[in-house]
């Protein structure tokens, strides 16, 4: 064979036909994970050719996928050596780095393969995936538009180019790309028609428009306009009554928000912001932040409000939302925050008696929010055992709570007046509670205390072991904090949180084996857990196995486990 024809010389020359076809059945057999097949194909065709490049990469990168590391790169590099001007040896030594999350040496060798073949969509697919992992957002943008340029046909690739364009802060270039992608179809094609697709997109160009300064209005028409088109109809009027808050269209807001209600909506506690605020006719930079809390916080437990104001909001949950949704725990909620004194006493009575029958765990986390301070404007949650207590919520709280107790031990009722006793599971539940309360107050002992008889009580109830472990914990006896967690774990075996709050308090105890041992019940994997639990960016686990290595005074491995968490997140330290 002459010399410029031969495979093995490298430059990307092409083998013989039936070499190429068994090529063809090491990529089909890669991608379908038939690695073993792969690889006697592999070799079939380096018997031949044993400095076949593109063959000798492949082979590794199965390697690679058979957890042969070494072996692998060795492979790769000979063949990329021995076939530099070919893009499948570069396409498959990016690869090799991606898998081994070197992402930066990754896009590099992307990069060199394009430069062979500028025009190979799978290679400027791939190069996209890790541009955008790095938030390299120009460099996406501009790969998104070369994909686009090559296979304008595809809908995900207008759309990917169109939210590159809306990452890198081009805004009225990604309505631009929406607008001529929806230019292209013809009559009657699903996307012009009501669809969840079509209705999807439409509210994701309303999104980018309303980004743009000072265009809200614009945004506001543009949801009429695609109005018959969207399915989502609860993001539609979500964003409808936001717009309308911003250009202080209160009583529309209101219009809106009720309409929300009337879908179903009333235990979105963001909802109720929105109409709290149109209610008060707040300013739009109020209504955005209400907007943004979390949980069951609303604009009630955000900002100071005057006793005129929260009384047009009460008056306002009265007249609408009371008569309508009278068994909505939002509804019935969140006027506690409007309310002070006897109206308080009175209301939070009723709350918390609801929550005690019902056997609601969460009822002390949910009492916890009202006890508000104010500072520079806004409200903060208490959370200091002393402020805490001098909170006169949180004396009304204690007050009536006792007086369940004192009640049930009397005549087994909440109230004196109560004409039925009350099931044995509601005296767990006040003392649970009571339990709460005391390690909001910084009482651990007489938590620990109540929380030994809810155990005597009942001694299958998960929550209780739980929160005595925390309030171990909170008391520094850590050792006695991980025994009773586990042995609460131990009586629900599919509670993935119990599970993962005996993992936590176990390093935190020095015992980083019994934490893997429990951790891995809920990794589901045949493999090394640690090694999963890395892949899937269980940071909680590695950063407290790293401070359990620091405890043990282990600085190599706490090192090296900060080290890798550090690397994934992007860090880098030069020092």
């Known amino acids: 064979m002459a010399p410029d024809n031969n495979p093995q010389n490298g430059a990307g020359r092409p083998l013989p036909k039936k070499e190429a076809d068994l090529f063809k059945n090491v990529v089909k057999h890669y991608e379908t994970k038939q690695y073993k097949k792969a690889i006697k194909q592999a070799d079939t065709i380096l018997k031949k050719y044993p400095n076949h490049g593109e063959t000798l990469a492949m082979k590794g990168l199965v390697l690679n996928n058979l957890e042969k590391r070494e072996e692998a790169h060795a492979l790769v590099k000979q063949g990329l050596m021995n076939d530099m001007r070919s893009h499948v040896c570069w396409h498959v030594y990016g690869l090799l780095h991606r898998s081994d999350r070197n992402y930066n040496e990754a896009i590099k060798a992307y990069k060199q393969a394009l430069r062979i073949d500028t025009d190979n969509i799978q290679i400027l697919r791939d190069l996209s995936m890790l541009q955008i992992q790095m938030r390299d957002l120009p460099g996406f943008a501009v790969t998104r538009h070369n994909i686009l340029t090559l296979k304008s046909n595809g809908k995900i690739n207008w759309l990917a180019f169109a939210l590159a364009k809306h990452l890198i802060g081009d805004l009225r270039g990604a309505i631009s790309v929406i607008d001529i992608y929806l230019g292209t179809l013809t009559e009657g094609a699903p996307e012009l028609s009501r669809g969840f697709e079509a209705g999807e997109l439409a509210l994701y160009r309303n999104q980018i428009l309303s980004e743009i300064p000072d265009n809200t209005r614009e945004a506001l028409d543009h949801l009429e306009t695609c109005k018959p088109i969207v399915v989502d109809r609860s993001s539609w ?5 936001r717009y ?167 005549n087994s009722k909440l109230l004196v007046d109560d004409e039925v006793e009350e099931p044995p599971s509601t005296v767990l539940w006040v003392w649970y509670l009571r339990a709460g309360l005391h390690e909001l107050a910084g009482e651990y002992d007489a938590g620990i205390e109540l929380l030994d008889k809810c155990i005597e009580h009942t001694p299958t109830a998960v929550d209780v072991y739980e929160l005595k472990g925390r309030l171990l914990r909170s008391a520094g006896d850590i050792n006695a904090a991980v025994e009773v967690v586990d042995k609460g774990r131990d009586l629900d075996r599919q509670d993935r949180y119990i599970n993962n709050q005996t993992t936590k308090y176990m390093l935190e105890a020095g015992m980083e084996a019994e934490a893997l041992e429990r951790i891995s019940m809920f990794t589901k994997h045949e493999g090394n857990p640690e090694a999963n639990l890395y892949d899937m960016q269980c940071s909680w686990y590695e950063l407290g196995l790293a401070s359990c290595y620091a405890k043990k005074e282990l600085w190599g491995r706490a090192l090296r486990k900060y080290g890798k968490f550090l690397q994934r997140e992007g860090v880098v330290f030069v020092g």
Request: aromatic share 8%; hydrophobic share 40%.
């Open 244 to 410: 309308q808050l911003k250009l202080g269209q209160y009583a529309e807001a209101k219009k809106t928000a009720d309409e929300m209600f009337e879908r179903g909506m009333t235990e979105n506690c963001r909802v109720h912001s929105l109409y709290i605020c149109s209610i008060l006719e707040l300013d739009s930079q109020i209504c955005d932040e209400a907007w943004k809390l979390p949980g069951t916080r609303t604009v009630a437990s955000m900002i100071p409000l005057t006793a005129e104001q929260k009384q047009r909001a009460l008056d306002g949950y009265e007249a609408d939302l009371f008569p309508k949704y009278g068994k909505s725990a939002a509804v019935n909620r969140i006027p506690l925050n409007l309310v002070e004194g006897d109206k308080f006493r009175k209301a939070v009575d009723v709350f918390i008696r609801k929550g005690l029958v019902k056997g609601v765990p969460s009822l002390c986390r949910e009492l916890s929010s009202f006890f508000l301070l104010e500072k520079d404007g806004r409200y903060e949650l208490a959370t200091d055992p002393v402020d805490v207590k001098e909170h006169e919520a949180f004396k009304v709280v204690v007050d009536l709570v006792d007086g369940y107790i004192s009640c049930l031990k009397a």
């Open 237 to 241: 009027l979500t964003s409808k009554a």
